[in-house]
């Protein structure tokens, strides 16, 4: 299984950029789809962002459509969610996410492996 670390949150104000990245380990970083989960206080946690295994497909949710760009390294087992434009809506808790199946989806369920999150905090 592999393990996974996030990092680079914090607190910025509205319309600031904030880049997120995830350092995985464990077994070859390149087998598996990742994504990028949020979960706001008082609401279930949400896709945001998924990358296939190469990095060539990407999909967004609509909400962060235009604003957010998920990339990978995949020679140095990272993957990365830059957030542009932020809003106060996006404020949660960020979790990077990863499955072993090479299908790009979005239901939290069918993702295997969990980080422990890291905080984004929007300020209008």
């Known amino acids: 299984q592999v393990q996974l670390v996030e990092s680079g949150g914090g607190l910025v104000q509205a319309g600031d950029s904030l880049r997120l990245s995830c350092a995985a380990s464990?077994?070859?970083?390149?087998?598996?789809?990742m994504g990028w989960f949020r979960q706001a206080p008082g609401k279930e946690r949400e896709f945001v962002a998924g990358?296939?295994?190469?990095?060539?497909?990407?999909n967004y949710a609509d909400s962060v459509k235009g604003r957010f760009t998920i990339s990978r390294d995949n020679a140095k087992g990272s993957v990365s969610l830059q957030m542009n434009s932020l809003k106060p809506e996006d404020t949660a808790v960020y979790y990077c996410?990863?499955?072993?199946?090479?299908?790009?989806?979005?239901?939290?369920?069918?993702?295997?492996?969990w980080g422990q999150g890291t905080q984004v905090t929007v300020s209008s």
């Open positions: 996410a990863a499955r072993l199946s090479p299908l790009l989806t979005q239901g939290l369920h069918t993702y295997d492996s």
């Open positions: 464990g077994r070859t970083f390149s087998i598996y789809t």
């Open positions: 990358i296939s295994r190469s990095g060539v497909t990407t």
